[in-house]
C-alpha cells in the first residue's frame, strides 16, 4: 500500500472501494477489459473523474480498448489493502452488532472482528459468529494487547462516547459509529457515522413528501 | 406533517432525525429544557444551525431557559412522522437482510416492514423475524396490493438493478440501498445509498494511514 503520489480525499477511498466492487462484476461477467466512460455510469460519477482516479493509480489504458480491468484492480489493491488481514474490535453485540459480525464473517480477507465487546454478562465469554465476546471493562487492554487499528460502535447512544473514548485509549485510529449520535475523538482518528435509523427516517419522510406531491 | 413553511433539504431532514433522539436521551436523563448551544455540542454543528432547524418547526424558546424539549420533540414529530405506520418492503434475506429485519423488527413505531422478497426457494413462503418472505416474483403485485412506499435493496449488487426497477414499477417512491452499486431510478424517486463495506474500507484505509504516519 501507499503507492499512491499525491494525497488521497475519503470521497476518492470511497470511489475506489465502488469501482472494485464493479470491476469485480464485469470480470464475473466475462469482461476483460473496460472503458472510463462505463464505469462511470455505474458509478454514478463522471468519465474525468474516472480518469483522474485511475491516473493516480499509475495505471494505464488504451483509447482503443480501454483499461485492463485486472490491472485495475491490482493497482486499486495496492491502495486500499494492508498486506496483512486489519485486526477490528465490535462494541456492542444487540441485534446490530450480531448483524455486523454475520455480515462480515468471513466475507472480506482483508478485515477481520478480533474481538468483541459487550456489557451483558450472558454474552461475555461466548463466542458469537466465530468472534470472542470480552467483558467491555477489557476493551482499552484488549485493544492494546491485540493492536487492533479499528473500532465498530454498535452500542446505543448513549454509551457510545464512552465506547469511543475507550478505543481511543487503546490506540484505534479508525472508527465505524453505527450510535445515532456524534461521536468526539482526539485530532487525527478518522469517524463514519452511519446512521441507519436517520437514513430510513430520510427516505420514509421524502417518499411521503413525494406521494403527497402527486396527489395520491 | 408537512406543516413545514418552506422546503427542506435531506439534511435537515437527516438533522431533525438526530435532534429527536438527542432530546429523547436528554429526557431520560431527567433534563426538560434544553440550549440550542447543548444540542449543537452534541449534534456536530452550529448552535445558529440548530435555531433556523428549529425556527421552521414553529417552536420558540426562551433566552433564559432555552426550549422545552416537550414541545422540540412534538413539532420534529410533526414534521417526520406519518399519521399511520408507513409500509416498507425488503427485498434480499441474506445476512445483511435478516439483520435489517432484526434490527428493524417491533423497535420503530412509525415503520413497518410489510414484506420480504428472495429468490432462494428456502426462504420464500417462511416468516422471518415476523415478517412474511414472498417470492422475488411477485414483488411488483405485492407492493401495489399493499401500498408499499419504501423499498430496502439488500440484494448483492448485480441484482440490485432489477430490484430496483420492479420496486419502482410496483409504486415505490424511496429507496434505501445497502447493495455495493448506484442504481438508476426515475425521476421523483428518492434513494439514499448506504455502502457498509465501502465505510469500512475506508475506515481501515485512514486508520492504517495514520498509523503510518505515526511512524508505528
Redesign the interface.
Known sequence: ??KLKNDIS?KA??RL??YR??LQ?LL?NGRSQVFSHELAI???CTPAQVRRDIMNLEVLGSPAKGYEIQKLMAGISS??D?DAP?K?GLAGVG??G???L???SGR?P??VITAAFDSDPTKVNRVIHGCRCYPVDELVSVVREENI??G?VAVP??EAQQVVDEFCRGG?????NFA???VRVPV?????N???????????????????V?GE
Open positions: 500500500m501507499m475519503d477511498v470511497g472501494s465502488l466492487r464493479l462484476e464475473e455505474r458509478a454514478g491502495v486500499l494492508s486489519q477490528v441485534n446490530l450480531r448483524a455486523i454475520a455480515y462480515f472480506t482483508q478485515f487499528q479499528v465498530i447512544a448513549a484505534v485510529l479508525g472508527l465505524m445515532p449520535v456524534r487525527g482518528v478518522y469517524v463514519e452511519l446512521d441507519v435509523m436517520a437514513a430510513l427516517e430520510r427516505v420514509a419522510f421524502f417518499a411521503r413528501r413525494l406521494s403527497a402527486r
